[in-house]
């Protein structure tokens, strides 16, 4: 069982940056798949950015650009930091996870590749 605690939310103006993290607890961090979603009011959950446990990263075209997927091992964190942010990115950011095997991530834009989420934090974000 893994469980993830995000923090780093909070309300910034417009082309601001926060940095957001994911620290797991239990399982074997090594594993973990990792990824980043979020979801606006009165919108569906949408996939942020995801790093495989072999380091590769992967980003949705609103994120490209803007966003940095890293992980640190020794600290079991994963974190994404956020540059340039406008209106459209406020949100509650949510940490997922899957422990895997594999050094691929098959689909890792799908909610269903993860069985392990966070609680959300909330990013606003105003003009």
């Known amino acids: 069982q893994v469980l993830l605690v995000e923090s780093g939310g909070g309300w910034v103006q417009a082309v601001g940056s926060l940095r957001l993290s994911c620290v797991a607890f239990?399982?074997?961090?090594?594993?973990?798949?990792i990824g980043w979603f979020r979801q606006a009011p009165g919108k569906e959950r949408e996939f942020v950015s995801a790093?495989?446990?072999?380091?590769?990263?992967y980003y949705a075209d609103s994120a490209k650009g803007r966003f940095t997927i890293s992980r640190d091992n020794a600290k079991k964190t994963t974190y994404l930091q956020m540059d340039n942010l406008q209106r459209e990115d406020t949100a509650v950011y949510f940490c997922?996870?899957?422990?895997?095997?594999?050094?691929?991530?098959?689909?890792?834009?799908?909610?269903?590749?993860?069985?392990?989420w966070g609680q959300g934090t909330q990013v606003t974000v105003s003009s």
């Open positions: 997922a996870a899957v422990s895997t095997i594999l050094t691929g991530f098959l689909r890792p834009t799908s909610e269903n590749q993860y069985n392990y």
């Open positions: 239990g399982g074997q961090f090594s594993r973990l798949n």
């Open positions: 790093i495989s446990r072999s380091g590769n990263t």
